[in-house]
Structure formats: structure tokens, C-alpha cells
């Protein structure tokens, strides 16, 4: 729990609302009420570019009914992903994770991509992987088989009893709009803007009992705010404004064309009106998880907490 105490107390002072399951504990009453809801979000990473030990790259699985749904596989997030399932979530069993969504093809929000690709095959997934990104994805998705195909060959062709299917990955490079649908959510992907990037998406779920929307990486971006429009849980990227004062002014530069900042999330949250909004992909920069709660807080007087690995809510 320690690492959730900050988001805690500051959410706590402004409008209470349930504190989130830390699964790093291992808690009975943290499982059980983790498997008491139907749609469960479940940060498995919030890090950035930076190797910090506490955070894993960024991803998050939206489990609903016990069938999860990836976005972004930074790495470490199959870990993480493992660490989930020990601590109660069922729906992120190794043979589950087999739908996977991509914001862009920045290489933290993909590093992971060969591990989802092979370690649940190897865990017995038999399915294959259904992946849906922007343009690009297929091309990465081809090199990164070849280079494992020895490594194929041999678990198929040798003593190893592999199944046949669970490597196989079927791409799906899409454009805006509804990009997947099954009985228990409709995904929408939107155009937000990321710098140079030609596409990068951010993610409306619609499931049974909630609406959350997942901004990726990006600037300050209007359809974020059409997305969301009063959902239940806005998961967005932010960057302290402290912190980015004291940055080199080419590091200003490029973060102000590719992130957004705490005072400009105030701002859309403002607009968007979730009922709860969660930072994650946080940018410090010396700061702290609090500070950065407090400068939010500064425009924006809706329920905030600020999202640590293994959070679910």
C-alpha cells in the first residue's frame, strides 16, 4: 500500500471515493474485492523511457467478465500481468491474453511486444494474438517472428510438446472508429496528437457497466474530451509542470509537442468531466507522485488519483 499512500490521502481531503485494490499485498480482502467487480481495470504499467524499478512500462487490461483486453505492452507487463493473476485477477491467466490494443509504436509502449507474443504460447496459450494498432504494426509484428524463428522451429519441431497456434499473431492495423466489438465491450480507437507521430490512438472501452477512456501518449488533444464526455474513468499521460520548468529547453521543446502537462490536463479533465480521472505514464521529473496530485488539483476539482503498477480499480 505504501506506494498509493499520497493518491490516498489527497483524494481522500477533496471528494472520498473507493480507494483502489493494491495488488503488490498479499490481502485476502485485496482478492476478493478485485474479483467483486465485472469491468476491472488493471494497471499493470505506468513507467515511461526512464528504467524505474517501481514502474513497468505502460499498459493497462481492461478485464471484463474475466476476458482481458490489453492496451500497450511496455516492458515487464506479462510480469506484471502474472503478478495480477497470483493476486486474484483471473482474467489475466497467461492462456487469456490474446487481444491487445497499440496507442503507437513508440518503443516503451512496445518493448513487450515479443514477450506477449511468446511467453503466454509457451504457458499454453493456444489461441492466437489479435492485435490492433496504427499503421506499422504488421511490418514490427513480421521482423519480430523471424527473428524468433529459430526459436519457433525448435519449440515445434523439437521435444517440447508446443501447441501449434499460440505464437501466431493476427494484425489488424486500423483507422478511427469502432475497431473491435464482442459481447462484452465496444472499442473505439481516436486520433490524438503525438508530436511527430503520423498515428498515434487513444482507446474508448464501453462495457456493460462502464465507459473509460485511455489517452495514450499525447499533447492536449479535443478528441479526448469528445471521447470522454462524463465516462466513468479517464486514464490519462501527464508531466509536472514544476519539474518540466527545469528541463533543457530542447527536452521543453519536445515535451511540450508530445505530452501533456499537469496544468493542461486540469484543463481537459475540466471539459471531459470524468467521474474519476487517473494519471499514469507519469513524468516527475523530482517531483512527487503528491505534488503532482496538488498541481492537477490546481484547475481541475474532480476525483484524481495517480496510478502505481498493480493498481485496479
Request: aromatic share 8%.
Amino acid at each position: 500500500m505504501r506506494r498509493i499512500v499520497p493518491a490516498i490521502i489527497f483524494i481522500f481531503l477533496c471528494c472520498p471515493i473507493p480507494a483502489p485494490v493494491a495488488l503488490n499485498s498479499d490481502s485476502p480482502e485485496a482478492s476478493e474485492k478485485a474479483a467483486s467487480r465485472k469491468t476491472q481495470i488493471v494497471i499493470l504499467g505506468t513507467g515511461t523511457p526512464i528504467a524505474d524499478p517501481d514502474r513497468s512500462g505502460p499498459s493497462v487490461a481492461i478485464v471484463v467478465n474475466d476476458t482481458p483486453y490489453i492496451v500497450d505492452f511496455g516492458p515487464g507487463i506479462v510480469r506484471r500481468a502474472a503478478a495480477a493473476h497470483r493476486a486474484g485477477i483471473r482474467g489475466l491467466a497467461m492462456p487469456n491474453l490474446n487481444r491487445a490494443f497499440v496507442t503507437h509504436l513508440h518503443s516503451d509502449h512496445t518493448v513487450g511486444f515479443p514477450d506477449l507474443i511468446f511467453t503466454p504460447w509457451v504457458l499454453d496459450r493456444v489461441e492466437p494474438l489479435e492485435v490492433y494498432g496504427p499503421k506499422g504494426m504488421r511490418a514490427m509484428t513480421k521482423h519480430i517472428l523471424k527473428a524468433y524463428s529459430e526459436d519457433i522451429a525448435v519449440r515445434l519441431d523439437g521435444l517440447e510438446p508446443a501447441n501449434t497456434t499460440g505464437h501466431m499473431v493476427n494484425v489488424h492495423e486500423i483507422k478511427p472508429g469502432v475497431v473491435y466489438k464482442d459481447r462484452n465491450v465496444t472499442v473505439k480507437a481516436f486520433p490524438v496528437r503525438h508530436g511527430s507521430w503520423k498515428q498515434a490512438f487513444g482507446y474508448r472501452f464501453e462495457t456493460p457497466d462502464r465507459i473509460i477512456v485511455i489517452s495514450g501518449d499525447c499533447a492536449p488533444s479535443q478528441s479526448i474530451v469528445e471521447n470522454c464526455d462524463g465516462c466513468d474513468v479517464l486514464i490519462h499521460e501527464v508531466y509536472s509542470q514544476a519539474g518540466f520548468r527545469k528541463r533543457p529547453a530542447a527536452w521543453q521543446k519536445y515535451h511540450a509537442n508530445f505530452h501533456t502537462s499537469s496544468r493542461e490536463l486540469a484543463e481537459i479533465a475540466t471539459r471531459a468531466r470524468p467521474r474519476l480521472l487517473i494519471l499514469y505514464h507519469q513524468l516527475l521529473w523530482d517531483t512527487t507522485e503528491e505534488d503532482l496530485l496538488k498541481e492537477v488539483s490546481q484547475g481541475y476539482g474532480g476525483k484524481i488519483v495517480s496510478g502505481c503498477d498493480l493498481d485496479v480499480y
